[in-house]
């Protein structure tokens, strides 16, 4: 396989290529590694738990008017993929 194509990346990252136990060809970053990992000292908290959030902030007279304008493009898609119109 040539991968050619990434030697400039990889010198200018100061990257090094490894091959993997299944033989696939992984290139380790250490110089990103090192930056990533020491951005904030603090730990996680134990537990972390989902926010609801709504499907949408629209009210009900809105939701009723989008519904509307779906029928209304479900009945023309049908008129224009039926017989149409014959001009």
Same mark, same amino acid.
């Given at each position: 396989? @040539?991968?050619?194509? *990434?030697?400039?990346?990889?010198?200018?990252? @100061? $990257?090094?290529?490894?091959?993997?136990?299944? $033989?696939?060809? *992984?290139?380790?970053? !250490? !110089? =990103?590694?090192?930056? +990533?990992?020491?951005?904030? /000292? $603090?730990?996680?908290?134990?537990?972390?738990?989902?926010?609801?959030?709504?499907?949408?902030? +629209? %009210? %009900? $007279?809105?939701?009723?008017? *989008?519904?509307?304008? /779906?029928? +209304?493009? =479900?009945?023309? +898609?049908?008129?224009?993929? /039926? %017989? /149409?119109?014959?001009?």
């Amino acid at each position: 396989m @040539n991968e050619s194509w *990434v030697l400039p990346a990889i010198s200018k990252l @100061n $990257g090094r290529p490894e091959v993997a136990q299944n $033989g696939q060809i *992984v290139y380790v970053f !250490d !110089d =990103l590694q090192t930056t +990533a990992g020491s951005s904030r /000292g $603090g730990k996680p908290p134990a537990i972390l738990e989902e926010q609801e959030v709504p499907f949408s902030r +629209a %009210d %009900d $007279g809105n939701l009723f008017l *989008v519904g509307l304008l /779906g029928v +209304a493009n =479900l009945v023309g +898609a049908a008129y224009l993929g /039926g %017989d /149409g119109p014959n001009w």
